[in-house]
């Protein structure tokens, strides 16, 4: 899938929430995508090893493709830098400092060298009460769960069922975003985006995911689809014809996006849905469109 | 070979000495007293009478001031303040919209290039009772001509069609900070540095200029209009790129430029993101350091401005918002400032909001754990809505505090009918509880935000005077003695410089402002309404523009 406009993703959440562990995760991948992050902090990340040259103008390039960037001069000179590197990047994540809005970062997403792909917090289910009655910061994690397109509740191996069902509880009073169970659904959608023409639905531990080519689909029409996804798909992305022109069709979580694309792309839409096999509904949803 | 410089009067500030004249060799103070004790002390002096019609004080020093303060004035001045450029030329404040609009038409005019982007600074929409500027308007200055207006708190702009048109922001433009009509269509205004940046070439084009080396050049010709000798610039960019430091060094040590310049470093700017490499790299620079120019300070932005409803506060606003917004994480702060510190360097850091004292004060306190280093000089900065509990704190932690108490004047009245309300507005900037407890006080201007003018503050200050008439917590106000010991003792010991400056007292360097009236003649209501005459930088005169 590809367009002029590099995909933006926006990682936010409060310390000790996994965003390391999830950008290393992407900065180590084996996936042969050429990834760029900007991070807060290069100490906190593991790339010492993987470096391929020494930094210039504030961007490392690691051996696999990734290149890794501090925003040394700010975001908009960090932005201006990634969309002029060449062979062009793939896909652009921004990790959001602790307290940063990822919102308004995300609004990076739509000037013209990018397209805002989603805003995913990360949440520890087991210290997110806390921060959330935090007297300093509690207003300031709500605001960050109730601006993000997805959650991930991390570190439910080492919580208890009742921690796990507190901070359920507490991310559903701030946010109607959906909560994922782990980020392998986040890291699909990073690192596998691009299924090679149609593909039958595949099931991984915790999700599901399809492609398949759309018919031809009006503007109003895509949006109205989009809108009516049933709960279980976190995830549409893909390109369809009008006719006319190309649409770029984009949902994460509950929040849908339908603009019109220059590009050279054939029609394909992926949803992928946050159970472990694809249910009748969304097969149901998916065929609606024909109609 | 000494120098005897006559005034009408003067006064030291810092320094017992007393009298009407000062002796200055190689560009350093050797004795004040009166002419006859100099004379007979230095008999070969020269006696130089150039200010026996003027009043003599130690330069002001500003410490909270920005750079970028030079630079705005490459573009349109459209601010509801009279102020006055680098030049010194007066600019009359815009007091309605339409005034604005006729300061752009005129200035649309006398443009030759008709595709060149007109520029302009300073709007600040919350005096104009609920009117907004939007493209409609400026399309009444030029529908050809692109059209770029940033307010006041620079998190804002209005453009015209002409510039929607020519940058391609139209219906489709999904930015939520491209506010739109019933009709979908953009009404012109950009919010936020992502909307704004949609404006392309009008809006990098106005930072640019913010940063360049003209802009620093017209900085120091706005601090020696105002009087001030030695000027800070308070974290407005990074110093980690050899390009930025250099730069600085070409233009302050300059001779012609007319300040001596203490340039912080601001982490939340760019530069290096570990704390450690930060303060390794200010510690190198610091090494740089020269007569005129120096590094060495490092600066937080802990929240962020009162006017705009995102300091941190105990309190909600009485509008109804609940908070503000933090730029560091509350959780982190300790292990931030903990490398600058045991590094040495001067801290210091803007809290506007007493919920952002709070986290800093508590971070303060552990990382000393019960023993601040001797001389740390950690300031607390804007300290606007500080409580007198934390100002007890602060006393014994030994931190300093610098006070915006421009507020008053700009924006005193909004503080009481929109932002925190009488009781709230009564106690900011509470300079007299400062003093009262011990700590070492300053007040500034905080330029660009408001413009550079230590008598202008001073006055503040001293009246707590608002726009309408309302005195704000009349018990705060301090006298003509307290308000110019802040403006140039005060801080030039958070700079660390009072050792060379801030006083007429021998051995300091002979910086010195010439006033066209006493302030300790024509007291508290009169301070800003005197004229600086000159400046003097080592023993040379700094003529005002």
Redesign the interface.
Known sequence: MSSDRIPLTVIGGYLGAGKTTLINKVLNGDHGRRIAVIVNDFGDVAIDEMLLEPATGGIRALANGCVCCAAVDGLATALEDIAALRPAIEHLIIEVSGVGDPWAVAQWGRTPRFDLDGVIALADAVTLPRWLADVYVGDTVRQQLAASDLIVLSRRDIASPEEIRTAEESVAAASSAPILESVDVVLDMLLHPRAAGQAPSRAHAEHSSITFVPPRVGRDRATTWLDAAPLEVVRVKGFASTGEMMLLLQRVGRRSEVVPRLGLESPRVTVIAAVPTLPASVEEWIDSLRE | MSTIFLARSLHAIDAAASGDAVAVDEGRITAVGSLAELRSALPNATVDDRYAEATLLPGFVEAHSHSMAGGMWRHLYVGFFDNRDPAGRLWLGCKTLDAVLDRLREAEAALDDPNETLRAWGLDPIYFSGDRLVAEHLDRVSSTRPIFVIHASLHLATVNTALMERE?INA??????VPKDGAGHPIGELQ????M??AGEGFTGMFRALMAPEGITDYGKLARNAGVTTVVDLGSG?I??DSIATMWQQVVNDPAFPARVSVFHNPG??????LDEVAEMVVRRRGESTDKLRFGGVKFVLDGSIQGYTA?VTEPYINGK??G????????LEDWIRPVLDAGLLLHVHCNGD?AAD?LIDAFAKVTAGSPPADHRTTVQHSQLTRRDQYERMAELGMCANLFSNHFWYWGDQHVDLTVGPERAARMNSAATVLELGIPLSIHCDASVTPLGSLHVAWCAANRQTVSGRVLGPDERLDVAQAMHAITMGAAYQLRMDDEVGSISPGKRADFVALDADPFVVGAEGLRDINVLSTMLDGVEQSVG
Do not use: C, I, K
């Open positions: 391609h489709d433009s999904l930015a939520d900070g936020e540095p992502a909307a940046s949609l990074p980690a790129s700017q760019g530069g290096p993101a570990s941190r609940e908070n917004l933090w730029l560091v994480p509350p959780a982190q919920q986290v």
